[in-house]
């Protein structure tokens, strides 16, 4: 179908999310709810794209793909079309749920069913680590997710406003996260499908179920492990939710058969944080950095425990 008569069929069009290089709209489809998701940039297409197509046969719960349109060819956007899944994002509900703790550990177990459901030669036939947001090799046997973080990281510590007055030292900060993942061992074991934004607000959930993961644009191949720890960061209080982390943690570890490495955790928070302050202080709104200044604490109080513990 082309691109226009696709369009024309779609009604009722209504705005749920728009970011830097993505629209997101609800609408109906021969009468069918229905996500129409638009990209500006190719990475953020692709990433979803192969995501999705790669575990539509499995069994976990992910929308299903019901049409896309790459138009990046002809200097265009790219848009997927995918199933309307039930419920209500987790960042909506959270507050009301009584049973936490079986909450974050059917989360972890979500999570884990994810990172591992995918075989090696499926990881590679996906292409996805096709688009990540470095220069990648051309054999996926000689594809190294650290390349990305080790990319990123100069390129936030760059970023981070120093007008802000600040304990941390970035010359070091920079020098110890990039001699973390030098060290770390990118075990065929340890390496899967990382989702990278997985937290409350893209796990639904309805009826004392977790009904859908969606939101796979960041999508990437790499240590699963890392990806445990943006739901810590974002949605847990590092300190006083141990007994959630726990749980979220036995989850995980049940699906995957990966266990918690403090030192690993520990480097990965340091990069979530680090992520956090460079994203605030690079809004370019004056307003949207002060609207965003407990998550930049936030982010510096992890940065900074972590030191503690690495240095």
Known sequence: MKKNELLSKLKNLKLLNKKDNTEVYEATLNEVPVIIKYYSTEQNFQRELNALQALEKKRVKTPQILSFYNGFWNKEVGYIIQEKLQGDTLLEIYS???????????????????????????????????????????????????????????????????????????????????????????????????????????ILYKNINITGIIDFEHAMIGDIFFDTTKLIFNNLDFVKDCSLQKSFFDGWSKETRVYVDDKKMWLYLAIQGLGAIQWVDGQKLIANRYRHLDYRKKGEGIVSEALHYMS
């Open 96 to 202: 009301d749920i009584k049973d936490k703790e079986g909450l974050l550990y059917e989360c972890g177990e979500a999570l884990g069913k994810i990172n591992k459901i995918l075989t090696l030669n499926e990881l590679d036939i996906s292409n996805i680590w096709k688009y990540s947001d470095f220069e990648t090799d051309e054999n996926f046997k000689q594809y190294d997710w650290k390349k990305h973080f080790m990319h990123q990281i100069p390129v936030w510590i760059e970023k981070v406003d120093k007008k802000y007055k600040s304990e941390i030292n970035y010359v070091k900060l920079e020098e110890i996260l990039l001699q973390g993942l030098k060290e770390v061992d990118s075990s065929i074991e340890s390496i899967g499908l990382m989702h990278r934004d997985y937290g409350f607000r893209n």
